[in-house]
């Protein structure tokens, strides 16, 4: 048995060391987050703070995999899809990315980590709690010599990944919000991860880099909590979301288990497609109408609202490692509707609690 807890300490290490050092280089080089000079709409700080969370993230990570992981053409894949994404957000530190630009590129990445390997191959049936391979609807296309095998596995997996990527950034606007429910989130993954491993020991790798994601995110929460010190940046929040898509599919394709510790995320990102779309706005520019941003209007510190988001994540993550696939389905509609009624709640009251106009009649 591979020593998890070490493995997961060296990583928390290993990434709360790098942090200011990377700190230090976005200092150096300008990667740096100023509102008077950058505006967003969605951000929720004030003063100048160093970006490029998502480069100490990828440094502690990959670290780790290559010292732990056998360097299949999968892990390779993985590991070249985070280069990426981590390259295209330094870009997004120094100077913003078109959104169009990042999720070509986020649609890219999934389509190569896809070619490697990382497909569904099947889903669990919700009603009887069997399987429904999905080989059945694969199609092979032959270029030249070369036949490629294209099918519904890729699909879905390349839907999920980008899919996934999105929502976790859109929830990453608070100090210490992200890191904490995605570290939850690859723990979870990473325990059921480990319980199915003992049936098919080949597939404990998964494990070690779902630890791996933990020990990461972990190390980076101090730096990023309240008071920040660092942002994740374009690159630490897609990351983040890649990585938790790909233990998803990985830890034998328990997507129901990531859909359900990723409640909140999840949710908000159908409530902001649906707003944005009503509104006629493009989906993939920002606003200032996520959740933590309606919990800040009502007067909910920092802290407050990254707990909130930690101990919902944890909550979930219990529920979904006690469950099973059918529960799972009813446990996440009964999320669905208490936290929709949630998000009612609290834009009812957004609205409520501003200042009205004086009456001129």
């Not at 990583?11 to 000079?37: E, M, N, Q």
């Not at 494990?207 to 010190?229: D, E, H, K, M, S």
């Not at 288990?257 to 497609?273: F, K, R, S, W, Y």
């Not at 909130?308 to 059918?326: D, E, H, N, P, R």
């Given at each position: 048995?591979?020593?998890?807890?070490?493995?997961?300490?060296t990583t928390?290490?290993?990434?709360?060391g790098l942090?200011?050092l990377?700190i230090?280089?976005?200092?150096?080089?300008?990667?740096v987050?100023?509102?008077?000079?950058r505006?967003?709409p969605?951000?929720t700080?004030?003063?100048?703070?160093?970006?490029?969370g998502?480069?100490?993230?990828?440094?502690?990570?990959?670290?780790?995999?290559?010292a732990?992981?056998?360097?299949?053409?999968q892990?390779?894949?993985?590991i070249?899809?985070?280069?990426i994404?981590?390259a295209?957000g330094?870009?997004?530190d120094?100077r913003?990315?078109s959104?169009?630009?990042?999720l070509i590129?986020?649609i890219?990445?999934?389509?190569l980590?896809?070619s490697?390997?990382?497909a569904?191959?099947?889903i669990t049936?919700?009603?009887?709690?069997?399987?429904l391979?999905?080989?059945?609807?694969?199609?092979?296309?032959?270029?030249?010599?070369?036949?490629?095998?294209?099918?519904?596995?890729?699909?879905?997996a390349?839907?999920?990944?980008?899919?996934?990527?999105n929502?976790?950034?859109?929830?990453?606007?608070?100090d210490g919000?992200?890191p904490?429910?995605?570290?939850i989130?690859?723990?979870?993954?990473?325990?059921?991860?480990?319980?199915?491993?003992?049936?098919?020991p080949n597939q404990?790798?998964?494990?070690?880099?779902?630890?791996?994601?933990?020990?990461a995110?972990?190390g980076?929460?101090?730096?990023n909590?309240y008071p920040?010190?660092?942002?994740?940046?374009?690159g630490?929040?897609?990351?983040?979301?890649?990585f938790?898509?790909?233990?998803?599919?990985?830890s034998?394709?328990?997507?129901?288990?990531?859909?359900?510790?990723?409640?909140?995320?999840?949710?908000d990102?159908?409530?902001?497609?649906i707003?944005?779309?009503?509104?006629?706005k493009s989906?993939?520019?920002?606003?200032?109408?996520?959740?933590?941003?309606?919990?800040?209007?009502?007067?909910?510190?920092k802290?407050r609202?990254?707990?909130f988001?930690?101990?919902v994540?944890?909550i979930?993550?219990l529920?979904?490692?006690?469950?099973?696939?059918?529960?799972?389905?009813f446990?996440f509609?009964?999320?669905?509707?208490?936290?929709?009624?949630?998000?009612v709640w609290?834009?009812?009251?957004?609205?409520?609690s501003k200042?009205?106009?004086?009456?001129?009649g």
């Amino acid at each position: 048995m591979i020593p998890f807890l070490p493995l997961l300490l060296t990583t928390v290490i290993l990434t709360l060391g790098l942090t200011p050092l990377v700190i230090i280089f976005a200092k150096r080089f300008g990667l740096v987050d100023d509102p008077k000079h950058r505006y967003h709409p969605a951000h929720t700080h004030k003063g100048i703070i160093p970006r490029a969370g998502g480069l100490a993230l990828f440094l502690g990570i990959a670290t780790m995999m290559v010292a732990t992981l056998p360097m299949t053409i999968q892990v390779v894949g993985i590991i070249a899809g985070s280069i990426i994404l981590t390259a295209v957000g330094l870009m997004d530190d120094k100077r913003d990315v078109s959104p169009y630009l990042r999720l070509i590129t986020n649609i890219i990445v999934a389509i190569l980590v896809v070619s490697t390997g990382s497909a569904i191959p099947f889903i669990t049936n919700p009603l009887t709690g069997g399987v429904l391979p999905l080989s059945a609807w694969n199609w092979t296309i032959t270029i030249g010599s070369i036949d490629i095998i294209v099918g519904l596995p890729h699909v879905l997996a390349v839907l999920w990944i980008v899919w996934t990527m999105n929502i976790i950034g859109w929830s990453a606007g608070v100090d210490g919000q992200m890191p904490g429910y995605v570290a939850i989130s690859a723990f979870v993954l990473g325990l059921l991860s480990l319980r199915y491993s003992l049936l098919d020991p080949n597939q404990i790798w998964v494990t070690v880099l779902a630890f791996i994601i933990t020990g990461a995110f972990l190390g980076f929460l101090p730096w990023n909590f309240y008071p920040q010190r660092i942002m994740p940046g374009y690159g630490g929040k897609t990351l983040a979301g890649y990585f938790l898509a790909l233990l998803g599919i990985l830890s034998f394709a328990k997507l129901g288990t990531a859909l359900l510790v990723l409640g909140i995320p999840m949710l908000d990102a159908v409530a902001t497609l649906i707003r944005r779309i009503g509104m006629r706005k493009s989906p993939v520019l920002a606003d200032r109408g996520h959740l933590h941003h309606r919990l800040l209007d009502l007067g909910w510190s920092k802290p407050r609202i990254a707990l909130f988001y930690w101990g919902v994540s944890a909550i979930l993550g219990l529920v979904s490692l006690t469950v099973t696939s059918t529960l799972k389905v009813f446990t996440f509609i009964a999320v669905a509707v208490a936290l929709t009624m949630f998000f009612v709640w609290v834009s009812f009251f957004t609205q409520f609690s501003k200042q009205r106009d004086h009456d001129s009649g």
